[in-house]
């Protein structure tokens, strides 16, 4: 569906701690899923990415977990770091054959020094 | 590797001017193109896909006639926004793939509209 609102959700943690972001997703036929990081004015970058077949993935610091039955995402980041300070965005392939990507609405994280 | 560039980076233009955006795959050639919008503390959302030498495919509420999209070459496409007004001021985002789930996203292009 579309995103609406002005206002990003906001998690603000201290430097060192663990951080994790939530994402609902709103199709159950999705196959594959993508967390994003977007820095101010940047376009997304890529974090990690889970296949339907899986339910647990972790990269560098980064874990993503899928819980079909809810169809929830989440993105667990180890030890954050100002650097991690962004915006999160998962991101679901719709699985059309068509490759496109329907975003999430984001969650902005703030991490303090 | 999977570097995609867009051009310019920001631009300003006159309410009714037309504006062209670039999209490139630098050391890749992309089956396919996306262009997303993005407006401020907003998601991104995906406008249109595009195929190398077929016509694009529009999202629903996206008006074909003022957004113009040309995927010349596997490695280039274009957004031009015609006629532009300052509702369409926004941050316009290419990303492009290779046969895979995969998109490699641009760095974006701020468009203001005066």
């Known amino acids: 569906g579309e995103s609406v609102g002005l206002h990003l959700p906001t998690l603000s943690v201290q430097e060192g701690d663990n951080s994790i972001i939530n994402c609902a997703y709103s199709?159950?036929?999705?196959?594959?899923f993508i967390w994003y990081k977007q820095e101010s004015g940047k376009g997304p970058q890529f974090i990690i990415d889970?296949?339907?077949?899986?339910d647990k993935r972790q990269g560098q610091r980064v874990t993503v977990l899928l819980n079909k039955t809810v169809k929830h995402l989440s993105l667990q980041i180890a030890a954050t770091q100002p650097g991690d300070s962004a915006v999160y965005f998962c991101?679901?392939?719709?699985?059309?054959?068509?490759?496109?990507?329907?975003f999430g609405t984001g969650t902005r994280l703030l991490v303090s020094p | 590797g999977a570097v995609v560039s867009q051009h310019p980076s920001w631009v300003i233009c006159k309410s009714g001017t037309s504006v062209k955006i670039e999209c490139r795959s630098l050391?890749?050639?992309?089956?396919?193109m996306f262009w997303y919008r993005q407006f401020p503390k907003q998601s991104l959302m995906l406008m249109a896909t595009?195929?190398?030498?077929?016509?694009?495919?529009?999202e629903q509420g996206v008006e074909k006639d003022k957004f113009l999209i040309n995927h010349a070459s596997l490695t280039l496409s274009t957004l031009t926004v015609t006629s532009a007004h300052p509702e369409d001021s926004s941050f316009y985002i290419c990303?492009?793939?290779?046969?895979?789930?995969?998109?490699?996203f641009g760095p974006g292009t701020r468009l203001t509209v005066t």
């Open positions: 595009s195929n190398e030498g077929s016509k694009a495919t529009y």
């Open positions: 991101a679901e392939n719709d699985n059309t054959g068509f490759q496109k990507l329907v």
């Open positions: 050391d890749f050639q992309a089956t396919t």
């Open positions: 889970i296949r339907s077949n899986m």
């Open positions: 199709n159950s036929a999705s196959d594959y």
């Open positions: 990303s492009a793939s290779v046969l895979s789930d995969e998109q490699y």
